[in-house]
Protein backbone atom coordinates (compact mmCIF):
# COMPACT_ATOMS: atom_id res chain seq x y z
CA UNK A 1 0.00 0.00 0.00
CA UNK A 2 2.95 2.14 0.66
CA UNK A 3 5.13 1.70 -2.23
CA UNK A 4 1.10 2.20 -4.50
CA UNK A 5 1.07 5.29 -2.81
CA UNK A 6 4.35 6.63 -3.05
CA UNK A 7 4.26 5.63 -6.80
CA UNK A 8 1.05 7.66 -7.09
CA UNK A 9 2.76 10.90 -5.20
CA UNK A 10 5.85 10.59 -7.27
CA UNK A 11 3.79 10.12 -10.68
CA UNK A 12 1.54 13.34 -9.65
CA UNK A 13 4.94 15.36 -8.88
CA UNK A 14 6.22 14.82 -11.91
CA UNK A 15 3.16 15.39 -14.10
CA UNK A 16 2.98 18.82 -12.20
CA UNK A 17 6.89 19.13 -12.88
CA UNK A 18 6.44 18.54 -16.91
CA UNK A 19 3.58 20.76 -16.98
CA UNK A 20 5.65 23.30 -15.78
CA UNK A 21 8.14 22.68 -18.05
CA UNK A 22 6.08 22.78 -21.01
CA UNK A 23 4.33 25.91 -20.27
CA UNK A 24 8.25 27.40 -20.12
CA UNK A 25 9.03 26.10 -23.65
CA UNK A 26 5.29 26.60 -24.90
CA UNK A 27 4.40 23.27 -26.01
CA UNK A 28 0.53 22.05 -25.60
CA UNK A 29 0.75 20.19 -22.25
CA UNK A 30 -0.73 16.35 -23.80
CA UNK A 31 1.68 16.52 -26.09
CA UNK A 32 4.87 16.83 -23.85
CA UNK A 33 3.21 14.08 -21.79
CA UNK A 34 3.14 11.74 -24.25
CA UNK A 35 6.42 12.37 -25.50
CA UNK A 36 7.76 11.90 -22.15
CA UNK A 37 5.68 9.67 -20.56
CA UNK A 38 7.46 8.06 -23.44
CA UNK A 39 10.61 8.89 -22.58
CA UNK A 40 10.18 7.90 -19.12
CA UNK A 41 9.16 4.56 -19.87
CA UNK A 42 12.66 3.11 -20.92
CA UNK A 43 14.20 4.57 -17.94
CA UNK A 44 15.62 1.62 -16.55
CA UNK A 45 14.64 0.70 -13.03
CA UNK A 46 11.14 2.68 -13.73
CA UNK A 47 8.07 0.32 -12.04
CA UNK A 48 5.71 -0.39 -15.29
CA UNK A 49 2.14 1.48 -14.58
CA UNK A 50 -0.32 -0.20 -16.55
CA UNK A 51 -3.39 1.79 -18.14
CA UNK A 52 -6.33 0.00 -17.14
CA UNK A 53 -9.22 0.89 -19.50
CA UNK A 54 -12.07 0.22 -16.78
CA UNK A 55 -10.17 3.00 -14.59
CA UNK A 56 -10.42 5.25 -18.01
CA UNK A 57 -14.28 4.32 -18.85
CA UNK A 58 -15.23 4.71 -14.77
CA UNK A 59 -12.71 7.17 -13.41
CA UNK A 60 -11.81 9.81 -16.12
CA UNK A 61 -14.37 9.63 -18.88
CA UNK A 62 -17.23 10.85 -16.82
CA UNK A 63 -16.14 13.85 -15.21
CA UNK A 64 -14.38 14.59 -18.04
CA UNK A 65 -17.26 14.89 -20.36
CA UNK A 66 -18.95 16.41 -17.95
CA UNK A 67 -16.67 19.42 -17.84
CA UNK A 68 -16.69 19.80 -21.44
CA UNK A 69 -20.50 19.41 -21.59
CA UNK A 70 -20.53 22.13 -18.82
CA UNK A 71 -18.44 24.84 -20.60
CA UNK A 72 -20.20 24.16 -23.57
CA UNK A 73 -22.83 26.79 -24.56
CA UNK A 74 -26.09 25.22 -25.41
CA UNK A 75 -27.18 27.82 -27.37
CA UNK A 76 -23.88 27.78 -29.73
CA UNK A 77 -24.13 23.73 -29.29
CA UNK A 78 -27.05 23.75 -31.06
CA UNK A 79 -26.50 26.82 -33.60
CA UNK A 80 -24.14 24.84 -35.40
CA UNK A 81 -25.28 21.27 -34.37
CA UNK A 82 -25.20 20.62 -38.37
CA UNK A 83 -21.38 20.39 -38.90
CA UNK A 84 -21.19 18.73 -35.27
CA UNK A 85 -23.46 16.18 -35.73
CA UNK A 86 -21.80 15.36 -39.46
CA UNK A 87 -18.75 15.05 -37.91
CA UNK A 88 -19.58 13.37 -34.55
CA UNK A 89 -21.74 10.94 -36.53
CA UNK A 90 -21.10 11.09 -40.28
CA UNK A 91 -17.30 10.91 -39.96
CA UNK A 92 -16.94 8.41 -37.25
CA UNK A 93 -18.77 5.98 -39.39
CA UNK A 94 -17.17 7.29 -42.54
CA UNK A 95 -13.93 6.66 -41.07
CA UNK A 96 -14.61 3.38 -39.39
CA UNK A 97 -15.76 1.92 -42.85
CA UNK A 98 -12.99 3.01 -44.57
CA UNK A 99 -10.52 1.95 -41.97
CA UNK A 100 -11.89 -1.27 -42.37
CA UNK A 101 -11.79 -2.14 -45.72
CA UNK A 102 -8.22 -0.41 -45.98
CA UNK A 103 -6.91 -2.49 -42.59
CA UNK A 104 -8.60 -5.77 -44.11
CA UNK A 105 -6.87 -5.98 -47.02
CA UNK A 106 -3.71 -4.01 -45.84
CA UNK A 107 -2.92 -6.84 -42.92
CA UNK A 108 -2.77 -10.61 -43.46
CA UNK A 109 -5.02 -12.02 -40.88
CA UNK A 110 -7.63 -8.93 -40.50
CA UNK A 111 -10.80 -9.74 -40.93
CA UNK A 112 -13.50 -7.18 -41.75
CA UNK A 113 -14.73 -7.39 -38.70
CA UNK A 114 -11.57 -6.37 -36.63
CA UNK A 115 -11.40 -4.07 -39.55
CA UNK A 116 -14.30 -2.31 -37.97
CA UNK A 117 -12.90 -2.78 -34.31
CA UNK A 118 -9.93 -0.74 -35.24
CA UNK A 119 -11.92 2.09 -37.20
CA UNK A 120 -14.33 2.65 -34.04
CA UNK A 121 -11.13 2.72 -31.58
CA UNK A 122 -9.16 5.22 -33.62
CA UNK A 123 -12.06 6.86 -35.83
CA UNK A 124 -12.89 9.99 -32.74
CA UNK A 125 -10.53 12.73 -32.27
CA UNK A 126 -9.55 13.78 -28.42
CA UNK A 127 -11.23 16.41 -27.13
CA UNK A 128 -8.85 18.13 -24.23
CA UNK A 129 -5.84 17.89 -26.72
CA UNK A 130 -7.62 19.98 -30.09
CA UNK A 131 -8.59 22.33 -27.13
CA UNK A 132 -5.44 22.36 -25.17
CA UNK A 133 -3.57 23.37 -28.01
CA UNK A 134 -5.88 26.64 -29.14
CA UNK A 135 -6.13 27.68 -25.87
CA UNK A 136 -4.29 31.28 -25.81
CA UNK A 137 -4.42 30.88 -29.76
CA UNK A 138 -6.43 33.33 -32.11
CA UNK A 139 -9.06 30.70 -33.23
CA UNK A 140 -11.98 31.99 -34.33
CA UNK A 141 -14.93 30.64 -31.85
CA UNK A 142 -17.20 28.88 -34.61
CA UNK A 143 -13.84 26.46 -35.45
CA UNK A 144 -13.53 26.14 -31.44
CA UNK A 145 -17.27 25.45 -31.03
CA UNK A 146 -17.70 23.04 -33.29
CA UNK A 147 -14.47 21.08 -32.68
CA UNK A 148 -15.82 21.06 -28.77
CA UNK A 149 -18.92 19.91 -29.87
CA UNK A 150 -17.89 16.64 -32.19
CA UNK A 151 -15.73 15.85 -29.18
CA UNK A 152 -18.67 15.66 -26.71
CA UNK A 153 -20.61 13.44 -28.76
CA UNK A 154 -18.09 11.38 -31.19
CA UNK A 155 -16.85 8.94 -27.87
CA UNK A 156 -20.63 7.69 -27.95
CA UNK A 157 -20.78 6.98 -31.52
CA UNK A 158 -16.91 5.50 -32.04
CA UNK A 159 -18.03 3.29 -28.71
CA UNK A 160 -21.33 2.05 -30.07
CA UNK A 161 -19.44 0.90 -33.28
CA UNK A 162 -16.71 -0.84 -30.95
CA UNK A 163 -18.78 -2.66 -29.39
CA UNK A 164 -20.91 -3.63 -32.28
CA UNK A 165 -17.30 -4.73 -34.09
CA UNK A 166 -16.64 -6.45 -30.91
CA UNK A 167 -19.90 -8.30 -30.95
CA UNK A 168 -19.35 -9.47 -34.76
CA UNK A 169 -16.16 -10.90 -34.02
CA UNK A 170 -16.61 -12.93 -30.94
CA UNK A 171 -19.59 -14.21 -32.12
CA UNK A 172 -19.30 -14.63 -35.68
CA UNK A 173 -22.42 -12.95 -37.02
CA UNK A 174 -23.76 -9.32 -37.87
CA UNK A 175 -26.55 -7.80 -38.47
CA UNK A 176 -26.50 -4.21 -40.16
CA UNK A 177 -30.40 -3.80 -39.92
CA UNK A 178 -30.22 -4.67 -35.65
CA UNK A 179 -26.79 -3.01 -35.11
CA UNK A 180 -28.72 0.49 -36.04
CA UNK A 181 -31.80 -0.55 -34.46
CA UNK A 182 -29.49 -0.99 -31.26
CA UNK A 183 -27.24 2.29 -32.47
CA UNK A 184 -30.38 4.45 -32.27
CA UNK A 185 -31.76 2.72 -28.97
CA UNK A 186 -28.67 3.10 -27.55
CA UNK A 187 -28.10 6.69 -28.28
CA UNK A 188 -32.05 7.88 -27.61
CA UNK A 189 -32.40 6.41 -24.56
CA UNK A 190 -28.70 7.72 -23.46
CA UNK A 191 -30.17 11.19 -23.74
CA UNK A 192 -33.27 10.00 -21.61
CA UNK A 193 -31.71 8.79 -18.77
CA UNK A 194 -29.39 11.63 -18.71
CA UNK A 195 -32.02 14.27 -18.46
CA UNK A 196 -34.11 11.73 -16.35
CA UNK A 197 -30.75 11.75 -13.67
CA UNK A 198 -29.90 15.36 -14.21
CA UNK A 199 -33.41 16.60 -12.91
CA UNK A 200 -33.46 14.83 -10.26
CA UNK A 201 -30.33 16.09 -9.19
CA UNK A 202 -30.92 19.84 -9.84
CA UNK A 203 -34.22 19.16 -7.81
CA UNK A 204 -31.66 18.05 -5.09
CA UNK A 205 -29.22 21.21 -5.12
CA UNK A 206 -32.61 23.53 -5.83
CA UNK A 207 -34.88 22.19 -2.96
CA UNK A 208 -32.76 20.89 -0.20
CA UNK A 209 -30.45 23.24 1.85
CA UNK A 210 -27.64 22.55 0.61
CA UNK A 211 -23.95 24.49 1.66
CA UNK A 212 -21.11 24.92 -1.25
CA UNK A 213 -19.02 22.61 0.22
CA UNK A 214 -22.43 19.66 -0.71
CA UNK A 215 -23.02 21.68 -3.79
CA UNK A 216 -19.62 21.14 -5.08
CA UNK A 217 -19.36 17.27 -3.39
CA UNK A 218 -23.02 16.70 -5.22
CA UNK A 219 -21.63 17.97 -9.03
CA UNK A 220 -18.43 15.66 -9.08
CA UNK A 221 -20.70 12.68 -7.78
CA UNK A 222 -23.02 13.69 -10.87
CA UNK A 223 -21.33 12.22 -14.19
CA UNK A 224 -20.70 8.98 -12.09
CA UNK A 225 -24.20 8.69 -11.09
CA UNK A 226 -25.54 9.65 -14.79
CA UNK A 227 -22.83 7.42 -16.08
CA UNK A 228 -23.52 4.03 -13.82
CA UNK A 229 -27.21 4.39 -14.74
CA UNK A 230 -27.33 4.80 -18.27
CA UNK A 231 -24.65 1.48 -18.58
CA UNK A 232 -26.32 -0.29 -15.89
CA UNK A 233 -29.48 -0.60 -18.22
CA UNK A 234 -27.03 -0.97 -21.74
CA UNK A 235 -27.45 2.44 -22.98
CA UNK A 236 -24.70 4.87 -24.09
CA UNK A 237 -23.16 6.50 -20.84
CA UNK A 238 -21.23 8.60 -22.84
CA UNK A 239 -24.19 10.45 -24.45
CA UNK A 240 -26.17 10.21 -20.93
CA UNK A 241 -23.56 11.92 -19.48
CA UNK A 242 -23.27 15.07 -22.64
CA UNK A 243 -26.67 15.26 -21.92
CA UNK A 244 -26.72 15.67 -18.44
CA UNK A 245 -23.94 18.02 -18.43
CA UNK A 246 -25.40 20.05 -21.15
CA UNK A 247 -28.99 20.14 -18.77
CA UNK A 248 -27.27 21.24 -15.64
CA UNK A 249 -24.89 23.87 -17.13
CA UNK A 250 -28.04 25.54 -19.09
CA UNK A 251 -30.37 25.46 -15.40
CA UNK A 252 -26.98 26.34 -13.29
CA UNK A 253 -27.95 29.81 -12.64
CA UNK A 254 -31.81 28.30 -10.83
CA UNK A 255 -29.14 26.21 -8.48
CA UNK A 256 -26.02 27.96 -8.09
CA UNK A 257 -27.26 31.55 -7.20
CA UNK A 258 -24.29 32.49 -4.49
CA UNK A 259 -20.68 33.61 -5.15
CA UNK A 260 -19.43 30.91 -2.54
CA UNK A 261 -20.67 28.32 -3.85
CA UNK A 262 -19.58 29.30 -7.91
CA UNK A 263 -16.27 29.69 -6.62
CA UNK A 264 -16.33 26.66 -5.09
CA UNK A 265 -17.19 24.70 -8.07
CA UNK A 266 -14.90 26.60 -10.15
CA UNK A 267 -11.80 25.50 -7.82
CA UNK A 268 -12.95 22.03 -7.10
CA UNK A 269 -13.79 21.33 -10.64
CA UNK A 270 -10.29 22.87 -12.27
CA UNK A 271 -8.00 21.48 -10.22
CA UNK A 272 -9.49 18.14 -10.38
CA UNK A 273 -10.05 18.25 -14.19
CA UNK A 274 -6.38 19.36 -14.38
CA UNK A 275 -4.89 16.84 -12.69
CA UNK A 276 -6.90 13.97 -14.07
CA UNK A 277 -6.19 15.33 -17.90
CA UNK A 278 -2.57 15.56 -17.18
CA UNK A 279 -2.22 12.49 -15.75
CA UNK A 280 -3.94 10.29 -18.84
CA UNK A 281 -1.58 11.99 -21.54
CA UNK A 282 1.32 10.98 -19.52
CA UNK A 283 -0.07 7.39 -18.77
CA UNK A 284 -0.29 7.18 -22.48
CA UNK A 285 3.33 7.29 -22.79
CA UNK A 286 3.87 5.13 -19.94
CA UNK A 287 2.16 2.22 -21.26
CA UNK A 288 4.24 1.70 -24.37
CA UNK A 289 6.56 -0.78 -23.37
CA UNK A 290 3.10 -3.01 -21.99
CA UNK A 291 1.86 -2.64 -25.36
CA UNK A 292 5.38 -3.82 -26.94
CA UNK A 293 5.53 -6.67 -24.55
CA UNK A 294 2.38 -8.23 -25.44
CA UNK A 295 2.91 -8.22 -29.04
CA UNK A 296 2.30 -11.72 -29.96
CA UNK A 297 5.16 -12.60 -31.98
CA UNK A 298 3.26 -12.40 -35.58
CA UNK A 299 4.59 -9.24 -36.28
CA UNK A 300 7.23 -6.97 -35.71
CA UNK A 301 8.03 -3.98 -34.20
CA UNK A 302 8.89 -2.44 -37.63
CA UNK A 303 5.31 -4.41 -39.07
CA UNK A 304 3.56 -2.39 -36.49
CA UNK A 305 4.96 1.26 -36.94
CA UNK A 306 4.20 0.71 -40.54
CA UNK A 307 0.67 -0.03 -40.48
CA UNK A 308 0.20 2.34 -38.01
CA UNK A 309 1.95 4.96 -39.85
CA UNK A 310 -0.18 3.71 -43.06
CA UNK A 311 -3.42 4.00 -41.25
CA UNK A 312 -2.51 7.14 -39.35
CA UNK A 313 -1.86 8.99 -42.67
CA UNK A 314 -5.45 7.70 -44.02
CA UNK A 315 -7.41 8.71 -40.79
CA UNK A 316 -5.70 12.28 -41.15
CA UNK A 317 -6.38 12.09 -45.31
CA UNK A 318 -10.26 10.92 -44.21
CA UNK A 319 -10.64 13.84 -42.21
CA UNK A 320 -10.31 16.12 -45.38
CA UNK A 321 -11.78 14.08 -47.83
CA UNK A 322 -14.62 14.22 -45.43
CA UNK A 323 -14.80 18.19 -43.87
CA UNK A 324 -14.62 20.32 -46.87
CA UNK A 325 -17.74 18.70 -49.38
CA UNK A 326 -19.28 18.63 -45.49
CA UNK A 327 -18.98 22.16 -45.41
CA UNK A 328 -19.65 23.49 -48.71
CA UNK A 329 -22.45 21.62 -50.44
CA UNK A 330 -25.01 22.41 -47.92
CA UNK A 331 -24.03 25.82 -48.50
CA UNK A 332 -24.81 25.05 -52.22
CA UNK A 333 -27.60 23.30 -51.60
CA UNK A 334 -29.66 25.82 -48.83
CA UNK A 335 -30.03 29.78 -49.07
CA UNK A 336 -30.33 29.27 -45.69
CA UNK A 337 -26.83 27.85 -44.72
CA UNK A 338 -25.47 30.31 -47.23
CA UNK A 339 -26.66 33.46 -45.09
CA UNK A 340 -23.78 31.85 -42.67
CA UNK A 341 -20.21 33.23 -42.32
CA UNK A 342 -18.61 31.36 -45.42
CA UNK A 343 -15.27 29.59 -43.88
CA UNK A 344 -13.48 29.49 -47.26
CA UNK A 345 -10.78 26.68 -47.08
CA UNK A 346 -9.32 28.35 -44.19
CA UNK A 347 -12.02 26.92 -41.75
CA UNK A 348 -12.31 23.36 -43.02
CA UNK A 349 -8.44 22.93 -42.66
CA UNK A 350 -8.48 24.17 -39.38
CA UNK A 351 -11.20 21.67 -38.37
CA UNK A 352 -9.55 19.04 -40.22
CA UNK A 353 -5.80 19.14 -39.39
CA UNK A 354 -7.29 19.99 -35.29
CA UNK A 355 -8.46 15.73 -35.34
CA UNK A 356 -5.55 14.53 -32.87
CA UNK A 357 -6.51 11.81 -31.08
CA UNK A 358 -6.47 10.92 -27.60
CA UNK A 359 -6.80 8.30 -24.24
CA UNK A 360 -10.33 7.25 -25.21
CA UNK A 361 -8.65 5.74 -28.59
CA UNK A 362 -6.15 3.71 -26.34
CA UNK A 363 -8.87 2.83 -23.36
CA UNK A 364 -11.15 1.51 -26.03
CA UNK A 365 -8.37 -0.43 -27.49
CA UNK A 366 -6.99 -2.03 -24.45
CA UNK A 367 -10.56 -3.06 -23.83
CA UNK A 368 -10.22 -5.71 -26.03
CA UNK A 369 -10.61 -8.74 -24.47
CA UNK A 370 -7.52 -11.30 -24.48
CA UNK A 371 -9.27 -14.44 -24.84
CA UNK A 372 -12.84 -15.45 -27.33
CA UNK A 373 -15.53 -17.34 -25.88
CA UNK A 374 -14.20 -20.56 -26.41
CA UNK A 375 -10.62 -19.70 -24.96
CA UNK A 376 -8.50 -18.88 -28.06
CA UNK A 377 -6.54 -15.75 -28.11
CA UNK A 378 -8.54 -13.04 -29.61
CA UNK A 379 -6.72 -12.40 -32.99
CA UNK A 380 -4.24 -9.55 -33.69
CA UNK A 381 -5.16 -7.66 -30.22
CA UNK A 382 -1.59 -6.78 -29.65
CA UNK A 383 -1.17 -5.52 -33.15
CA UNK A 384 -4.38 -3.39 -33.30
CA UNK A 385 -3.42 -1.49 -29.95
CA UNK A 386 -0.04 -1.03 -31.05
CA UNK A 387 -1.59 0.21 -34.23
CA UNK A 388 -3.71 2.49 -32.01
CA UNK A 389 -0.54 3.88 -29.96
CA UNK A 390 1.10 5.01 -33.24
CA UNK A 391 -2.35 6.78 -34.56
CA UNK A 392 -2.60 8.47 -31.47
CA UNK A 393 1.55 9.56 -31.34
CA UNK A 394 1.22 10.82 -34.52
CA UNK A 395 -1.70 12.97 -34.94
CA UNK A 396 -1.18 14.52 -31.03
CA UNK A 397 2.65 14.86 -31.84
CA UNK A 398 2.64 15.69 -35.51
CA UNK A 399 -0.85 17.86 -36.06
CA UNK A 400 -0.53 19.13 -32.19
CA UNK A 401 2.81 20.73 -32.50
CA UNK A 402 1.85 21.98 -35.88
CA UNK A 403 -1.76 23.45 -35.47
CA UNK A 404 -0.54 26.19 -33.95
CA UNK A 405 1.91 27.69 -36.67
CA UNK A 406 -1.17 26.74 -39.34
CA UNK A 407 -3.37 29.01 -37.24
CA UNK A 408 -0.71 31.34 -37.43
CA UNK A 409 -0.06 31.41 -41.42
CA UNK A 410 -3.45 31.23 -42.40
CA UNK A 411 -4.59 33.90 -40.57
CA UNK A 412 -8.24 32.74 -40.12
CA UNK A 413 -10.51 35.91 -39.13
CA UNK A 414 -13.92 34.76 -39.39
CA UNK A 415 -16.96 37.26 -39.23
CA UNK A 416 -18.47 36.89 -35.89
CA UNK A 417 -21.91 38.00 -34.97
CA UNK A 418 -21.14 38.87 -31.57
CA UNK A 419 -19.73 41.91 -30.17
CA UNK A 420 -16.06 41.84 -28.53
CA UNK A 421 -15.57 40.00 -25.84
CA UNK A 422 -14.70 43.85 -24.03
CA UNK A 423 -17.65 45.38 -25.14
CA UNK A 424 -19.59 42.45 -24.44
CA UNK A 425 -18.43 42.04 -20.74
CA UNK A 426 -19.34 46.30 -20.25
CA UNK A 427 -23.04 45.92 -21.85
CA UNK A 428 -23.62 43.41 -19.30
CA UNK A 429 -21.83 45.20 -16.21
CA UNK A 430 -24.59 48.08 -17.64
CA UNK A 431 -27.57 46.11 -17.77
CA UNK A 432 -26.59 44.72 -14.33
CA UNK A 433 -26.43 48.39 -13.01
CA UNK A 434 -29.56 49.41 -14.75
CA UNK A 435 -31.55 47.07 -12.73
CA UNK A 436 -29.77 47.39 -9.53
CA UNK A 437 -30.85 51.28 -9.54
CA UNK A 438 -33.78 50.29 -10.70
CA UNK A 439 -34.73 48.41 -8.21
CA UNK A 440 -33.59 50.50 -5.33
CA UNK A 441 -35.29 53.36 -6.86
CA UNK A 442 -39.04 50.76 -7.20
CA UNK A 443 -38.77 49.11 -3.60
CA UNK A 444 -36.45 50.85 -1.46
CA UNK A 445 -36.96 54.22 -2.08
CA UNK A 446 -37.23 55.03 1.45
CA UNK A 447 -34.45 52.84 2.86
CA UNK A 448 -32.00 54.75 1.00
CA UNK A 449 -33.31 57.93 2.28
CA UNK A 450 -32.62 56.76 6.06
CA UNK A 451 -29.29 54.14 5.18
CA UNK A 452 -25.89 56.06 4.59
CA UNK A 453 -24.81 52.53 3.22
CA UNK A 454 -27.51 52.47 0.53
CA UNK A 455 -27.55 56.03 -0.66
CA UNK A 456 -23.48 55.13 -1.39
CA UNK A 457 -23.90 52.16 -2.81
CA UNK A 458 -26.57 53.95 -4.98
CA UNK A 459 -24.25 56.64 -5.92
CA UNK A 460 -21.59 53.97 -6.51
CA UNK A 461 -24.17 52.60 -9.17
CA UNK A 462 -24.86 55.71 -10.43
CA UNK A 463 -21.18 56.82 -11.09
CA UNK A 464 -20.27 53.26 -12.18
CA UNK A 465 -23.20 53.71 -15.22
CA UNK A 466 -21.72 56.60 -16.04
CA UNK A 467 -18.29 55.26 -16.64
CA UNK A 468 -19.40 52.21 -18.19
CA UNK A 469 -21.10 54.20 -20.87
CA UNK A 470 -18.38 56.04 -21.35
CA UNK A 471 -16.08 52.87 -21.87
CA UNK A 472 -18.95 51.36 -24.07
CA UNK A 473 -17.77 55.04 -26.00
CA UNK A 474 -14.34 54.47 -26.06
CA UNK A 475 -14.89 50.37 -27.20
CA UNK A 476 -16.80 51.24 -30.38
CA UNK A 477 -13.73 52.48 -32.68
CA UNK A 478 -12.51 50.14 -35.17
CA UNK A 479 -10.44 47.52 -32.84
CA UNK A 480 -8.01 46.79 -36.41
CA UNK A 481 -6.19 50.59 -35.54
CA UNK A 482 -6.23 50.39 -31.73
CA UNK A 483 -4.43 48.29 -29.29
CA UNK A 484 -5.97 50.23 -25.93
CA UNK A 485 -7.92 46.98 -24.97
CA UNK A 486 -4.32 44.97 -24.60
CA UNK A 487 -2.67 47.94 -22.72
CA UNK A 488 -5.66 48.29 -21.18
CA UNK A 489 -5.73 44.76 -19.65
CA UNK A 490 -1.73 44.86 -19.62
CA UNK A 491 -1.57 47.82 -16.81
CA UNK A 492 -4.25 46.66 -14.73
CA UNK A 493 -2.80 42.63 -14.42
CA UNK A 494 0.60 44.74 -13.37
CA UNK A 495 -1.38 46.83 -10.75
CA UNK A 496 -3.06 43.84 -9.51
CA UNK A 497 0.10 42.06 -9.26
CA UNK A 498 1.64 45.34 -7.01
CA UNK A 499 -1.63 45.38 -4.73
CA UNK A 500 -1.61 41.43 -4.15
CA UNK A 501 2.19 41.81 -3.28
CA UNK A 502 1.00 44.48 -0.88
CA UNK A 503 -1.88 42.22 0.77
CA UNK A 504 0.93 39.91 2.02
CA UNK A 505 2.64 42.07 3.43
CA UNK A 506 -0.24 43.41 5.31
CA UNK A 507 -0.04 39.98 7.11
CA UNK A 508 2.37 41.47 9.42
CA UNK A 509 0.00 43.96 10.34
CA UNK A 510 -1.62 42.90 13.79
CA UNK A 511 -4.30 45.64 12.62
CA UNK A 512 -5.86 42.91 9.71
CA UNK A 513 -6.96 39.39 10.32
CA UNK A 514 -6.01 36.94 7.95
CA UNK A 515 -9.85 36.23 6.70
CA UNK A 516 -10.02 39.76 5.79
CA UNK A 517 -6.84 39.53 3.69
CA UNK A 518 -7.57 36.47 1.53
CA UNK A 519 -11.16 38.04 1.39
CA UNK A 520 -9.68 40.99 -0.07
CA UNK A 521 -7.04 38.86 -1.89
CA UNK A 522 -10.74 37.00 -3.75
CA UNK A 523 -12.01 40.03 -4.39
CA UNK A 524 -8.60 40.99 -6.44
CA UNK A 525 -8.53 37.82 -8.44
CA UNK A 526 -12.67 38.33 -9.50
CA UNK A 527 -11.32 41.95 -10.94
CA UNK A 528 -8.27 40.46 -12.58
CA UNK A 529 -10.93 37.68 -14.35
CA UNK A 530 -12.91 40.33 -15.35
CA UNK A 531 -9.59 41.93 -17.26
CA UNK A 532 -8.42 38.88 -18.50
CA UNK A 533 -11.20 36.38 -19.14
CA UNK A 534 -11.68 33.17 -17.76
CA UNK A 535 -10.16 29.86 -19.67
CA UNK A 536 -11.59 26.66 -18.51
Known amino acids: MHNTLLIILGLLFIVM ?41 LLFLPPLLYEAAWYTSFKDFWKWKRPIALLAFGLVFFTSVIVAYTSSALIP ?125 HFSGVIAVVTGGLFMSFRAHEIFTTGDTNITMTSVWTTIIFVMNALVFVLIG ?54 E ?87 IRLRLSRVALQRLQDNYATEVEDNGLLAFFKRDLEEGIQITREKLDALECDPAERDDIKQYATVLRDIYHVQRKELFKLRSDQMFSDEEIRRTAMQLSLDELKVSGHEH
Request: aromatic residues 10%; charged residues 15%; neutral net charge.
Open 17 to 57: MLVLLAQRIKVAYPIFLVVAGLGISFIPGIPKIGLDPDVIF
Open 109 to 233: GCTLALGFLLGGIISPPDAVAAGTVMKGLDTPKRAVTILEGESLVNDASSLIVFRFALAAVLTGTFSFQVAVGQFFLAAGMGVVVGLAVAHVIYAIHRFLPTTPAMDAALTLMTPYIIFLVAEEF
Open 286 to 339: LELPNIIAAMDGHYSIMEGITYGLIISGITIALRFIWVYPSTHIPRWLSKKIRQ
Open 341 to 427: ANPGWKGPLLVSWAGMRGVVSLATALSIPVLMDDGSAFPLRSLIIFITFVVIFITLVVQGLTLPLIIKLIRFKELDEELPPEQQQAA
